[in-house]
């Protein structure tokens, strides 16, 4: 289990606020803060969004970027093209770039961008089209959530991608729980021991994508055997957006990352029955019987 340097994803999603250079600001401040990855999320909100969605108000004015709901997404959206010179900032200053995907018009367009994995958000993993599209059409990992999600709808996906041979090879699962932010009576980080039990040899790694507060549970979520850890950044969390709230900014990704780190370092067993640190302690300190 503890063979894999944990991996941090810093989700960007939109926290941008539809503004492109603080895109690229919060991607170099990941990097800063040492993650792997700097994600995005990608939406064809016409195609994703009926039309009453797209023109009922934002159930949260005050966060809202638009006149309608369909508004706010729009003014959120970045086109394929800036996706790819977000790609290409990120590779230039030395991060990692990904993107969840939403809907089989976005899938098409990140695809086409080639990044190492594509993710599949909680509320579309049931999208069979759209993950179709993947399967078959990109060749980089998927990375799956599983909030709001049922043990059997699980099963569905890590069966489909079984169907051609490619879960061991491609398929990351996600421990989630959909809310922003999550109580931690709501976190149920033991899911993460059911992934392992029930599809450990059967995908090829687990993560945790957490929308709490603090780092801590991440820190026992990578010892439970989650190896990707996915939190949601910002450069500042009064911001106005739905997910700010839930989100890290730079001292906690700066501490998550190092604890993540210093964790993996840990997690050892003895070579040693004494270890050469402990040596000269034995010598002084170890009860002799007169």
């Given at each position: 289990m503890?063979?894999?340097a944990p991996?941090v994803?810093?989700?960007?999603?939109?926290n941008?606020?539809g503004?492109?250079?603080?895109a690229k600001e919060?991607i170099?401040?990941s990097?800063?803060c040492?993650?792997?990855?700097?994600?995005?999320?990608?939406?064809?909100?016409r195609?994703?969004?009926?039309?009453?969605q797209?023109?009922?108000p934002?159930?949260?004015p005050?966060?809202a970027?638009?006149?309608?709901?369909?508004?706010?997404?729009?003014?959120?959206?970045?086109?394929?093209q800036q996706?790819?010179?977000?790609?290409a900032?990120?590779e230039?200053v030395g991060?990692?770039y990904?993107?969840?995907?939403?809907?089989?018009?976005?899938?098409q367009?990140?695809?086409?961008l080639n990044?190492d994995?594509?993710k599949?958000?909680?509320?579309?993993n049931n999208?069979?089209e759209m993950l179709?599209?993947?399967?078959?059409?990109?060749?980089g990992?998927?990375?799956v959530?599983?909030?709001?999600?049922?043990l059997?709808?699980i099963e569905?996906?890590?069966?489909?991608?079984e169907e051609?041979?490619?879960?061991?090879e491609?398929l990351?699962?996600?421990?989630c729980?959909?809310?922003?932010?999550v109580?931690f009576?709501?976190i149920c980080?033991l899911?993460?021991?059911?992934i392992?039990?029930t599809?450990?040899d059967?995908?090829k790694e687990?993560?945790?994508?957490?929308?709490?507060?603090?780092?801590?549970?991440d820190?026992?979520?990578y010892t439970?055997g989650?190896v990707?850890?996915?939190?949601?950044?910002?450069k500042d969390r009064?911001?106005?957006?739905t997910?700010?709230?839930a989100?890290l900014?730079?001292?906690?990704?700066q501490?998550?990352?190092?604890?993540?780190?210093?964790t993996?370092?840990a997690l050892?067993y003895?070579p040693?029955?004494?270890?050469?640190?402990?040596r000269?302690?034995?010598?002084?300190l170890?009860?002799?019987a007169?």
């Amino acid at each position: 289990m503890y063979n894999t340097a944990p991996r941090v994803i810093s989700e960007i999603g939109c926290n941008h606020m539809g503004q492109f250079e603080i895109a690229k600001e919060l991607i170099l401040l990941s990097k800063e803060c040492k993650a792997n990855y700097a994600k995005f999320q990608k939406r064809n909100s016409r195609e994703l969004l009926t039309s009453d969605q797209y023109d009922a108000p934002h159930p949260v004015p005050y966060n809202a970027y638009g006149a309608t709901y369909g508004a706010h997404r729009e003014f959120l959206e970045f086109s394929q093209q800036q996706h790819a010179e977000l790609k290409a900032y990120a590779e230039s200053v030395g991060i990692g770039y990904a993107t969840s995907v939403w809907d089989i018009t976005s899938a098409q367009e990140i695809i086409e961008l080639n990044p190492d994995f594509i993710k599949v958000p909680s509320a579309c993993n049931n999208h069979f089209e759209m993950l179709r599209l993947l399967r078959d059409t990109y060749r980089g990992d998927v990375h799956v959530s599983t909030g709001m999600t049922k043990l059997d709808e699980i099963e569905q996906i890590v069966a489909f991608f079984e169907e051609t041979g490619q879960a061991r090879e491609r398929l990351v699962v996600y421990n989630c729980t959909s809310g922003y932010p999550v109580p931690f009576k709501d976190i149920c980080l033991l899911e993460i021991l059911r992934i392992q039990q029930t599809y450990g040899d059967r995908i090829k790694e687990i993560g945790f994508s957490g929308h709490h507060l603090g780092i801590a549970v991440d820190i026992a979520a990578y010892t439970l055997g989650a190896v990707w850890i996915e939190r949601h950044f910002t450069k500042d969390r009064t911001w106005r957006g739905t997910d700010h709230a839930a989100s890290l900014e730079v001292p906690g990704l700066q501490k998550l990352v190092r604890d993540l780190d210093h964790t993996y370092e840990a997690l050892t067993y003895k070579p040693s029955e004494i270890l050469e640190i402990e040596r000269v302690q034995r010598e002084k300190l170890k009860y002799r019987a007169h």
